[in-house]
């Protein structure tokens, strides 16, 4: 069976959208793929229950429809997890423009039966950026708005050169047939979804870009509706251009100098150079994993530029330290006595990462070993911090009794991003979170150069470093603009395994900004700990502390619940917690997928 659909009440929402979404030709012409347009229905914006899904050879998790069933037909046809990863993202390109694409970034993380695979596909801040990069003409940061929607923000793309290497050590399918499906579906054309709608109509800066405008709206600048075929001639052909040249049809030539010709000629430029792009794929990708022992598991993530892997394993590791309370979960969600330890941990784990997290080729981890801020005695004494109320917010620890001479970066916004989780036919999985920053990046379109319709966005990721260089006291941020420097990330995409037999257990991760790490963190929690499978754990409402104020999500936590929290000191704010997480667990019997319902996403396989 082609996905495994077990609640009736889903595949009556699923008819009723159906109504709303008809699939283009399904016909194939001479593809080696043979990759057909599915119907599919899009899941409407708001939170849409979804049932999990069952399955026993592969299982593929992505934020839309269109994508997961890209991945889906690239298994089928023999590909592996990570040709299926990249078909996924290519048609995300196009489907999900909003939260990821060729003009942006992504980390992978690729599972071969034997050992963890690490890919760093993070853009780089051009090489004529400097600490300065963000400031006024008066040495102010300008407002982190302006500072997003300019040539300013925006970061050498990583994307597709990192996939490329990724494809030639792990990919069975030939690069171009990993194409097919994003080229047919932006020739073709394909429904504009509910939430790809509100997205487009919401944003007024996005209709200031002259190819984004002519793409997305119409004459009186309302965005194409719900239902209306967007088809995308300028990727298409960026796409097959890719598929048969390689990397150098996007790194070089007329797409790297569409792309500065754009940033530079904004009305807030920026200063990267086509030098910058064609420098870009010639490096190695590849990374160390961290892997780090939970109770029985042992669960890997990505190092630096990321913060997510060693936040989350700090929040878990001091949680170990704290006497666990008699009940925490209950009635669906958490306690508010396992709440209040969590966002106490929370608070301890981001003061660390806005100290110490940023790129390592730039900074050193305190003595030398990021795995000192994960040290089982160092994170004793941040436990020791945690008492019966609120401590308010934390200051950043000592590991390694190493003192910083970093300045704290404050938090800054951030929401775009996505996340695929793959566990192919062999049993190898992928768990990859890639993004263009905030939702619609830069806000800056490229046709690469076509002069066709259409294009990519590119990403804002450079506003993920410290606008500012230094703290109030003169110290300099580890995340400040540095030229070729990553930005620090939150990305979290998680393998979890067996801590004996190494056998996979999980892959995991979701989008969110800095809240990802706590999404993905409470997924981990979810199925490890509360014995959920992955689409409860992944229903769980939200929390979030990022060392200030707790959130929670609006209309998810019964009242008695946060005056508990607010008894214990705790300052509430309940709002909208998007988190995008997708997972896949294996079974005894094959694997079981979920898919967050306050987003599109679905997972398919046989
Ligand atoms: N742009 C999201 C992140 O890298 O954390």
């Not at 904004?266 to 190695?284: A, C, F, K, L, S």
């Not at 330890?341 to 100290?355: C, M, P, V």
């Not at 067996?498 to 790490?517: F, K, R, W, Y």
Request: aromatic fraction near 8%.
């Amino acid at each position: 069976m082609r996905q495994n659909v077990p609640l009736l009440s889903f595949l009556l929402s699923l008819s009723l959208t159906l109504l709303l979404f008809t699939g283009c030709d399904t016909e194939s012409e001479e593809r080696s793929v043979g990759y057909s347009i599915p119907e599919q229905p899009e899941m409407p914006t708001g939170y849409n229950p979804k049932p999990g899904w069952e399955t026993s050879e592969f299982a593929v998790a992505a934020a839309n429809p269109l994508a997961t069933d890209a991945g889906y037909q690239i298994i089928r046809a023999g590909g592996s997890a990570v040709d299926a990863a990249i078909a996924v993202q290519m048609v995300l390109t196009l489907v999900e423009p909003q939260s990821s694409g060729i003009g942006g970034g992504a980390f992978l993380m690729a599972w071969d039966g034997s050992e963890v695979h690490a890919y760093n596909g993070r853009e780089t801040a051009p090489a004529a950026a400097d600490e300065n990069h963000f400031l006024d003409e008066d040495g102010d940061p300008i407002p982190f708005r302006d500072a997003v929607r300019s040539g300013l923000s925006v970061g050498v793309p990583g994307t597709i050169a990192m996939l490329k290497q990724a494809h030639e050590r792990h990919g069975t399918l030939d690069w171009a047939d990993l194409f097919e499906p994003a080229i047919i579906l932006a020739e073709e054309g394909f429904s504009i979804s509910p939430r790809l709608h509100m997205l487009l109509d919401g944003d007024e800066a996005l209709r200031n870009d002259e190819i984004a405008r002519a793409l997305y709206y119409d004459e009186n600048g309302d965005a194409h509706p719900v239902g209306y075929n967007l088809q995308n001639p300028a990727l298409a052909q960026i796409l097959r251009n890719v598929a048969e040249e390689g990397v150098d049809a996007f790194y070089t030539g007329a797409t790297p100098e569409d792309i500065v010709a754009r940033i530079t000629s904004h009305e807030r430029p920026g200063n990267m150079t086509v030098e910058d792009i064609e420098n870009y794929p010639n490096q190695e990708f590849a990374t160390e994993a961290m892997c780090n022992d939970w109770r029985s598991y042992r669960i890997c993530g990505f190092p630096p530029p990321s913060s997510g892997h060693i936040a989350i394993m700090q929040m878990l590791g001091i949680m170990e330290h704290l006497e666990a309370p008699e009940v925490a979960f209950s009635d669906s969600i958490p306690t508010a006595e396992w709440l209040h330890q969590y966002l106490e941990s929370a608070k301890l784990a981001f003061a660390d990462r806005n100290q110490y997290v940023a790129d390592p080729n730039f900074v050193e981890a305190p003595a030398g070993d990021w795995h000192s801020l994960m040290d089982p005695d160092y994170l004793a004494t941040r436990a020791e911090l945690i008492g019966e109320t609120s401590m308010g917010s934390a200051d950043p620890g000592n590991p390694a009794d190493v003192l910083s001479h970093y300045g704290v970066m404050q938090e800054q916004p951030d929401k775009g991003t996505s996340h695929v989780s793959i566990i192919d036919k062999d049993g190898n999985s992928v768990s990859m979170t890639m993004t263009i920053e905030s939702g619609w990046g830069s806000r800056i379109m490229s046709d690469g150069g076509t002069g066709l319709p259409g294009g990519f966005h590119l990403n804002n990721e450079l506003t993920d470093m410290s606008l500012s260089p230094m703290d109030d006291d003169g110290n300099p941020i580890a995340n400040r603009v540095e030229p070729n420097k990553r930005p620090r990330s939150s990305m979290s995409p998680t393998l979890i395994f067996d801590g004996e037999t190494h056998d996979l257990v999980a892959s995991v991760g979701s989008p969110g900004g800095a809240a990802i790490i706590h999404y993905t963190a409470k997924a981990i929690v979810g199925m490890l700990d509360w014995g959920l499978n992955a689409q409860e754990a992944i229903d769980v409402p939200n929390f979030a502390n990022f060392n200030g104020p707790s959130a929670l999500e609006e209309d998810r936590f019964p009242a008695d619940l946060i005056q508990a929290l607010e008894a214990m000191g705790h300052e509430i704010d309940t709002r909208a917690l998007t988190s995008g997480l997708q997972a896949i667990q294996v079974t005894e019997t094959g694997f079981f997928g979920g898919a967050d319902p306050r987003r599109e996403g679905v997972v398919m396989g046989d």
